[in-house]
């Protein structure tokens, strides 16, 4: 006992600062699922948007940590032995053989060195390397539908902040750029006419320019659907009614190597019922030179939180063409339960779904199209999400 005692004397500043890191990444985990639901987004989003807070938190129970080890403060010690016996829910997840957290460190240790490598070719000293991070997602999914069992999508999209170029620069990664630009913001099951024949790997640089408090503007040059593309955007957020409104309204110019020009205007509006309920209307129109009608989207979504750790959004979408007459071509209804489950960063989800969807007979522009009757399709996802880069 005497030489354990003589040996944790003249480290007892390490040793607690080692307990004090252990401890901050542990009981913040938990603060996330036990702090009160302040906003409904808080479990819909992922914990990649707190890493400014996660950094703060730590750096302040290090700061603590390092103040209570210069006076020996024997309760603090206690309290951080307590902390890290009592912290359990976010300790490594296996699943089998599998160490989890490897593979997202791994993933998110990959993308760090491919954005630390592309932000070092701007870097003026070597003092600036190696400060970028990146961060995203990955979904794996189950999409069953009548007649269509074996439909199993895997989707990723990585981001990653270029602080040599005073982060109004990141670099955007996707299996389908093109998917995540035509959608809506609460729209999850895609239609077929959203999704490409073959699917491609998309890359951009978008560069990020404030403009007011209220208005933004980025412009983007990239690689979606198998061409070349440059966007550009602005986008108008205010809140309206003591924060109960928010609107934001998205128009945009892109051009395409192959398609040619186009354009697209996205209003996207949210009423706050209470703290953990809102409704949301979305509406947008898009055009490009080798579309043979200009076509719109809206969806009406109405978004619960159930508790800080789940959420529940219904949903009605539907899509069309503008001329030769205003006519829906697509509907579809969903019901869609998203929770947060086994540790902060993952979360699952199912979303049964009803699409009712009719096909052209005879295209004509002039006098209208004939359609056939419309067609249902019932099914249900199953979603495994991810996220990376703050572990």
Not at 28 to 54: H, M, R, V, W
Not at 69 to 85: C, K, P, S, T
Not at 262 to 268: A, N
Not at 287 to 312: C, H, K, M, V
């Amino acid at each position: 006992m005497n030489k354990l005692r003589n040996f944790c004397k003249p480290h007892l500043g390490t040793l607690l600062l080692i307990c004090s890191a252990l401890w901050c990444c542990s009981a913040y985990s938990a603060t996330l699922g036990k702090k009160k639901q302040t906003n409904i987004d808080e479990c819909l989003t992922s914990p990649a948007s707190k890493n400014k807070e996660f950094i703060e938190f730590c750096q302040k129970k290090l700061a603590q940590g390092e103040e209570a080890a210069l006076y020996g403060d024997q309760q603090a010690i206690d309290e951080v032995g307590r902390e890290i016996a009592r912290m359990r829910s976010e300790e490594r997840l296996k699943l089998g053989f599998v160490d989890v957290n490897s593979v997202m460190e791994t993933l998110g240790s990959s993308m760090d060195w491919t954005a630390n490598w592309i932000d070092s070719k701007f870097a003026d000293s070597n003092d600036e390397l190696n400060k970028a991070k990146a961060w995203g997602h990955i979904v794996i999914g189950w999409e069953p539908r009548d007649g269509e069992w074996a439909n199993f999508p895997v989707k990723f999209r990585v981001r990653a902040k270029l602080p040599n170029l005073q982060n109004k620069a990141e670099l955007i990664l996707s299996d389908n750029e093109q998917e995540d630009l035509n959608k809506l913001p609460y729209e999850t099951v895609r239609p077929e006419a959203l999704k490409s024949s073959q699917r491609s790997l998309g890359a951009a640089v978008r560069f990020l320019h404030k403009t007011s408090d209220d208005l933004d503007q980025s412009s983007r040059i990239g690689w979606g659907d198998g061409q070349l593309y440059a966007r550009t955007s602005l986008l108008y957020r205010k809140k309206y009614l003591t924060d109960k409104v928010t609107l934001n309204i998205q128009p945009a110019l892109e051009y395409y190597v192959v398609d040619g020009i186009g354009g697209r205007v996205l209003f996207d509006s949210a009423y706050a019922i209470n703290q953990n309920n809102e409704v949301r209307f979305s509406y947008s129109l898009r055009d490009r030179e080798d579309f043979d009608a200009p076509e719109w989207r809206n969806g009406l979504y109405s978004i619960s939180a159930l508790s800080d750790q789940s959420a529940i959004i219904l949903g009605i979408t539907a899509a069309g063409v503008t001329s030769p007459d205003y006519r829906p071509e697509f509907y579809k209804m969903s019901v869609r339960l998203r929770k947060k489950a086994f540790r902060s960063w993952i979360f699952i989800e199912a979303e049964p779904f009803v699409e009712f969807k009719r096909d052209r007979l005879v295209e004509d522009f002039n006098n209208g199209h004939v359609y056939g009757d419309f067609e249902r399709d019932v099914g249900i996802t199953l979603r495994f999400e991810a996220h990376y880069g703050f572990l």
